[in-house]
């Protein structure tokens, strides 16, 4: 029998080698160099059993779902289902929640803002989110409360980028309907108190909603524990396929909200001049879905459970304190994010002096080293820093000391051209 | 050929640290904004205009260097030139990067040509274009 490589969640380290050996494009070159990819915000890379999974799909299944009544279809069909349950297990929803595939975060948080904001929400009323927020957990509510009459506020930033906690009881009011916050910043890696915040919310009977795509592929995760109402997350950001995402809710307010997507296989029966639909979460599933990515997604969360989150989010906080380290040897680097490193995941931005970030990340790039640079999807945040953009390395579970190495070297390419 | 022979040459680095025609034209006779919403560069182009004849022109803003250098070079190019020669050069420039056409500038801006090996870095040619699609947006509105 095949012996686990992986010590189960008391572990606090990887097996490297072992791990990094089952990404193929980590035994790639990029520009000749050792590839150092340090943009897993962006997206991860995938393994093998992932690649295999969704490969699987479509050469020994290649049935569409819930409608044959072929075996090949019932096989998808179990298939598909088993993810849910996978991924419930993997952020503890196994009951009074439910899981909704979508294709993305972006399109998680839209079903709320359409299917519960839209829906509910009016004139008077409140929503509160952060300037911290990706645009994909701001625009959906600027346009819901545009169209609804609903006010827009938000829990004060400080310069660093953390959150003024001491203002929640300030802004989360009677009149507040849903807080909607980041578990952890794309930009900065800070990670609000979400207990503290959504105390508050429960206090004011808000809904509250999570951003969960920079954190559930990084820590362990409990929604019951946690409390929130929804958690939203996107498959490709932990070695799971693009085009597939979750959308956690409790089944109290699924219960309530409209489906964004209407069609076929999220009905029970149609009638000329109307329709009656499925349960929860069928419902708010119309259409054929994107059934290999949910396969390939269940295999992502075996992965990512074999490794185990407890494990990953150590290594992480080592590679974060090596980089935090080798970065006090570069005078002109200028980082962003609290000095707190205990508040803070994987991820670590900055500038090299006044270098534009995009002609920083294009000499990184140079030396097989892959960055991010830009505003990020977090204009307002880039506001608050008085930058236009940064440069970001962002860690994964397969990521070394080696890489923040190559990028420590690669910074005096960017001395050699810019000074 | 490195990225700092093609990309990174001295007359670009110059370009991109030139303040000469970092500033604004009070009372310009055109000026747009431009920018790449994917990047966050974003810059607005000042031109003055007699008779037809560019008398000045600056920009203000921020960008990479690539996208700031260009900039610069479009500024230098256009001083003395008729508004239809400003078409030209315009046209040269896009096709120099854009359609791979050599391009055949008159020797006092032959400096634009620094801007050819731009071409071999697909992500950076919206950098170095964005001064000059905003100039044609320019151009566009004069008759």
């Known amino acids: 029998m095949k012996q686990s490589t992986f010590d189960r969640q008391d572990s606090v380290t990887l097996d490297l080698d072992h791990l990094r050996a089952q990404f193929p494009m980590l035994q790639r070159r990029m520009r000749g160099k050792r590839f150092a990819y340090l943009d897993n915000g962006a997206t991860s890379l995938k393994p093998e059993s992932v690649i295999a999974a969704e490969q699987h799909y479509y050469t020994e299944l290649s049935a569409n779902i819930h409608r044959g009544v072929y075996e090949f279809s019932e096989q998808a069909t179990v298939e598909y289902d088993q993810t849910r349950e996978k991924v419930a297990r993997f952020i503890g929803a196994e009951s009074d929640g439910s899981i909704v595939f979508t294709k993305g975060t972006t399109e998680a948080i839209n079903v709320v803002a359409y299917g519960f904001v839209r829906k509910f929400f009016g004139p008077g009323d409140e929503l509160v989110t952060t300037e911290i927020e990706h645009h994909a957990n701001l625009v959906p509510w600027q346009e819901a409360c545009k169209a609804t009459g609903a006010t827009l506020r938000f829990i004060p930033v400080n310069p660093d980028g953390s959150l003024q906690l001491d203002a929640l009881e300030d802004v989360i009011t009677e009149r507040t309907k849903l807080v909607a916050v980041t578990a952890m910043s794309n930009v900065t890696g800070y990670m609000p108190d979400l207990a503290r915040i959504i105390a508050a919310a429960r206090a004011r009977e808000a809904v509250v909603l999570v951003d969960g795509a920079q954190y559930v592929s990084h820590h362990p995760v409990n929604v019951r524990s946690l409390d929130c109402d929804f958690l939203v997350f996107s498959g490709h950001k932990m070695c799971g396929p693009t085009g597939v995402g979750v959308l956690y809710a409790k089944n109290e307010v699924l219960e309530q909200m409209d489906p964004l997507i209407y069609g076929g296989d999220m009905v029970t029966k149609v009638r000329r001049d109307e329709a009656t639909y499925k349960p929860i979460p069928d419902r708010f599933e119309g259409g054929t879905p994107n059934i290999a990515g949910v396969i390939a997604l269940g295999a992502a969360v075996d992965f990512l459970s074999q490794v185990g989150m407890q494990a990953i989010a150590a290594h992480e906080r080592d590679l974060l304190a090596y980089m935090v380290e080798r970065a006090r040897e570069v005078d002109e680097l200028v980082t ?78 960017i001395k050699g051209v810019f000074g | 050929m490195s990225l700092e022979d093609d990309l990174y040459q001295e007359i670009i680095l110059e370009n991109y640290r030139s303040k000469k025609n970092r500033r604004k034209i009070e009372g310009a006779s055109l000026h747009a904004e431009g920018a790449n919403p994917s990047c966050g560069d974003d810059l607005e182009l000042f031109l003055s205009i007699e008779d037809d004849v560019v008398t000045d022109a600056s920009y203000e803003g921020v960008g990479c260097s690539i996208c700031c250098a260009s900039a610069n070079l479009l500024c230098e190019s256009l001083h003395d030139r008729s508004t239809q020669e400003a078409r030209e050069i315009l046209k040269q420039f896009k096709g120099m990067l854009l359609d791979d056409l050599e391009p055949d500038f008159a020797d006092e801006i032959s400096d634009l040509e620094a801007m050819q090996g731009v071409k071999n870095y697909p992500v950076r040619i919206k950098c170095a274009l964005l001064p000059w699609n905003t100039l044609g947006g320019l151009l566009d509105g004069v008759q």
């Open chain 1, 336 to 413: 962003y994010g609290p000095d707190d490193l205990s508040s803070r995941g994987g991820i670590f931005s900055f500038n090299y002096a006044d270098v534009h970030p995009h002609d920083a990340g294009a000499l990184l790039d140079q030396e097989g080293v892959a960055v991010r640079t830009g505003f990020h999807c977090a204009q307002p945040l880039m506001q608050v820093f008085g930058v236009t953009g940064t440069v970001r390395a962002s860690f994964y579970l397969y990521n070394s000391t080696e890489d923040i190495d190559a990028l420590v070297n690669g910074l005096a390419r």
